[in-house]
DNA sequence: CAGGTC
DNA sequence: GCTGG
């Protein structure tokens, strides 16, 4: 009977929930009210921003002492505290403006799949595609309307086992409206379990960024740029830079990149990539994050008509609120840590050479990056 | 047009 | 070249 629930004292300026969980990194979280529902391996959880920090909970029963608390700190990726090139202040000014995003450190399965739904797309369908896979895992738990008008408005589930989304059709995806993407699933699915299943998946965290990008290109609907975003995410990879037009203009722009924004061959990608490491210094994967962030704010803010200036705190995707309710007992988010971390710390500082990264670029880097320990 | 891949 | 906003 006892739930897990908490808080994670951290400011908004850290971490923002609200920007990471639905910035385009992760796609089965939801919000109701002020409250985000989703799923962390086997815990359904839901989460609160708040002044003092992010309150959490866990609605499935059994989990009375599960390390939730650092298992959240792992998955908003915490315990790292970010490096930014001091002579940067495009860079400085961006981080200052568009804060409290995190490089989520999320399943490395689900992030296959994420991203390889992620090519011509964008979030609210890759959503609702994820959210059908998601469909096929084990329910943990379930939130129903009070009013019974819209039953079932969300249900925690754990994202399914190979073994499982092995057995997806061609034809149940492309009713499922996957497009052409189905056929990847499909293919992807049964290249992962003949290499081993979900411990192959897990044992790509092990390997060097180069080899698991080489890894994860193996399979079909995975090229360059998903496998850097698989890497990023899902894999734990802070080298990784997903290339994509949005980043190459804005690099042209602010960083005197002088490349074109189509045309991209491998060749080319590597170069740009390797440049923008060497400029990003060693967490490249996030500042990429959010300049990629920062890029889309502004292009969504240009489409906007000049004259209604809205607050930027408001949710463009503001719906009626919904009163929700959990299947059991409603959760007290307020309440302080009763999690015994047991497990202790998971994540052991290890310092990758960036350097190492091969690339046939002889350039020098854009700007000067210094390194500096913190 | 949307954070490409084959 | 799939399909929704």
Known sequence: MNKVAGIIRVDRKVLDIDKVLQMGMTFRWRKHGQIWHGVIGR????LEQKNEGVAYSCVNGDSSDS???????????LERKYEIPHDDENLTNAVGKYEGIRQLQLDPIETLYSFICSSNNHISRISSMMTFLGSKGDLLAQIKSDTDVEPNLFRYQAFPSIETLAQLTEQELRAANFGYRAKFIVKTSASILENGGNSWVETLKSEDYVVAVEKLMTLAGIGRKVADCIAL??????ESIPLDVHLIRLANRDYNLK???????PTRYEGIVARLRETWGRDA??????LFYKELQLSKEKKKSPKSKREKNKPRTEKKEVKVEVKEEPVELQSEAQVSSRKGPVVTTRRRAAQKIKTECDEMPLKKAKEEEF
């Open 67 to 77: 390390g939730l608390n650092s298992e959240l700190i792992r998955f908003f990726d």
């Open 233 to 238: 995410y899902g894999l734990n990879k802070r």
């Open 43 to 46: 815990n359904a959880v839901q």
């Open 285 to 290: 994967g996030w500042v990429q994050t959010v």
């Open 259 to 265: 490349e074109a924004e189509k045309g991209l061959t």
